[in-house]
């Protein structure tokens, strides 16, 4: 797949970071066979070594070093993994390997594939096939044959309301379902994400359709070096156009009018719910639920300078929100571990990764800052919001260096914006 096109901004404040170095195993995918979409709760007994020995051996992989904490009791998610977005070190992890099927949270993958080729203000006019092959019971954000969409619609569709109809016309835009699946794997390869096989752009269950918590992680860490990706993981609530019908009274009577709805986030650690407090410092990323993956979920969030990584999936304790539960004490722990636990592997750079750190690249010409409808999380302060507790951070582009065989150096961490957009949980 060709390199995507990158806007270069130069608005960032680039901060170095003290040399360190994880010494790694190689990263060889293990040549396993795919499970079935209905996985065993034992996980295999051996996993992929990519990121680090550790990381590819069944259980719970942690080194605490010295006034680190324990890790929190009561985690029942068959695989999850807690990571630095900006280092790359993996603090913790369980199962980091295991292939399960990822629910939306493929959807990652999709945006961090996709993103880039349309601007956000192209508009498309959605046609029957456009909308051809969906899952039964598929999430939908509600999209209207005959109507016309800006790329900025659809990409608020696809990450607040999971909607595989805004996926399905995306794909369609990019020459078809079949098209973008095939460049989502070469970009997975691209990554490393070795562990992941995509059969559906939307991950909706189908076989043979696996992912990992790493490579999930990395999906995540890959797509929020894109400022528009950023923005839209981290929107709350925004306004979605609906059907044309003919308005009934006033001046217009009789004519054709276009209204619209709000739509909010289904990430609860992001937007809230009456058992899950937004979470301090939360800006994204991608939830997903579906029969065989269960629930899983990959969250960035920062406090105090750290940027922590999380990814959950299919805890196996059945109470509401349970993964949203989980992923939260463990960030919770992650803060408080951060520079005590050893790490026990790394996220592993692109292939294509050069030996120095890039300035950031936009997911889209123009981008969707300027839109008024989508309201991140830190802009709903002005007007009160319910959803808007949570804080908008902008993780910066750049990569990380790829050195010698097994060894990867981070020799530069994220450079974090001029303007982060901070809030504490009231």
């Known amino acids: 797949m060709p390199a995507p096109k990158k806007t270069v901004r130069r608005s960032l404040l680039v901060t170095s970071a003290a040399l360190s170095s994880l010494a790694l195993a190689a990263p060889v995918a293990l040549a396993a066979p795919h499970p079935s979409t209905s996985p065993s709760a034992t996980p295999p007994a051996k996993m992929s070594s990519v990121g680090g020995a550790r990381l590819g051996q069944p259980g719970t992989q942690v080194d605490l070093g010295s ?13 999850w993994i807690v990571s630095d977005a900006e280092s790359g070190e993996v603090l913790a992890a369980h199962n980091a390997h295991w292939r399960l099927p990822p629910a939306s949270t493929m959807k990652m993958l999709f945006a961090d594939t996709v993103l880039p080729k349309f601007p956000s203000t192209e508009k498309h ?38 909607g595989n109809d805004a996926v399905h016309v995306l794909s369609a835009m990019n020459d078809g379902v079949g098209n973008t699946v095939k460049e989502m794997n070469e970009h997975a390869e691209e990554l490393q994400a070795l562990d992941t096989h995509v059969v559906t752009p939307d991950g909706y269950d189908a076989p043979k359709q696996v992912s990992s918590a790493y490579d999930l992680s990395l999906f995540a860490r890959s797509g929020l070096q894109k400022k528009d990706f950023r923005e839209y993981c981290s929107t709350v609530r925004a306004q979605f156009p609906g059907e044309t019908k003919k308005a009934k009274k006033g001046k217009n009577a ?17 937007s809230g719910d009456y058992d899950t407090p937004v979470y301090q ?58 520079g005590k636990a050893k790490p026990v592997g790394a996220l592993v750079a692109p292939r294509s990764a050069q030996p120095s750190a890039r300035p950031e690249a936009s997911g889209q010409a123009g981008g969707a800052a300027g839109d008024a409808s989508a309201k991140p999380v830190a802009s709903d302060a002005a007007r009160g919001g319910s959803g808007g507790m949570g804080v908008a951070l902008a993780i910066a582009g750049g990569v990380l260096v790829l050195l010698a065989a097994a060894t990867f150096l981070v020799n530069r961490r994220w450079p974090l914006p001029d303007l982060v957009r901070r809030r504490t949980r009231p």
Do not use: C
């Open 254 to 270: 009789g004519e054709p009018v276009r209204g619209s709805f709000e739509i909010q986030n289904t990430n609860r650690l992001l």
């Open 125 to 162: 006019k959605v046609v029957p096939s456009d909308l051809a092959g969906m899952g039964v019971g598929s999430s939908m954000v509600g999209i209207k044959e005959g109507e016309s969409y800006t790329v900025h619609d659809l990409w608020l569709g696809v990450f607040l309301r999971s």
């Open 281 to 338: 410092g939360i800006a994204g990323v991608k939830n997903g639920n579906t029969t065989n993956a269960g629930a899983t979920f990959t969250g960035v969030a920062e406090r105090n300078g750290r940027v922590l990584l999380v990814t959950v999936m299919h805890p196996e304790k059945a109470e509401h929100n349970e993964v949203y539960k989980e992923a939260a004490k463990l960030l919770d722990w992650g803060f408080k571990a951060s």
């Open 67 to 79: 006034g680190a904490p324990v890790l929190p009791k009561g985690l029942t998610a068959r695989s």
